[in-house]
């Protein structure tokens, strides 16, 4: 999503609120929501991380990781859950901000 030691980095709330509707998008996905491993961001903050079950090459995943790219971008609303039964640093969100790095 950026490049590394390049400004602006992603700070942890944008960071945070990509992860969230990322990964609501990702099990909620028909097609792959059963192969699903994992989707989070990278301790760098310039990405995230998507594992995926089965024999998947880049060009496969693609399509799904631009549609979920697309979902965030377009999300409005409150955030799935960012809330304190949900989540354990559920203050920590910035949707605008996310919206700008997407």
Same mark, same amino acid.
């Given at each position: 999503?950026?490049?590394?030691?390049?400004?602006?980095?992603?700070?942890?709330?944008?960071?945070?609120?990509?992860?969230?509707?990322? @990964?609501?998008?990702?099990? +909620?996905?028909?097609?792959?929501?059963? !192969?699903?491993?994992?989707?989070?961001?990278?301790?760098?903050?310039?990405?995230? $991380?998507?594992?995926?079950?089965?024999? $998947?090459?880049?060009?496969?995943?693609?399509?799904?990781?631009?549609?979920?790219? !697309?979902?965030?971008?377009?999300?409005?609303?409150?955030?799935?859950?960012?809330?304190?039964?949900?989540?354990? +640093? $559920?203050?920590? !969100?910035?949707?605008?901000? @996310?919206?700008?790095?997407?």
């Amino acid at each position: 999503m950026t490049a590394p030691n390049r400004e602006p980095v992603m700070n942890t709330a944008e960071m945070h609120t990509v992860e969230h509707l990322g @990964a609501t998008f990702l099990r +909620n996905n028909e097609k792959y929501k059963d !192969q699903i491993i994992y989707f989070g961001p990278m301790g760098c903050r310039t990405g995230f $991380y998507l594992v995926i079950a089965g024999d $998947y090459t880049s060009e496969d995943i693609l399509p799904l990781v631009t549609e979920m790219y !697309q979902f965030c971008a377009d999300f409005e609303g409150d955030i799935p859950g960012a809330a304190a039964r949900d989540c354990g +640093n $559920y203050l920590d !969100q910035n949707l605008p901000m @996310a919206k700008v790095h997407i």
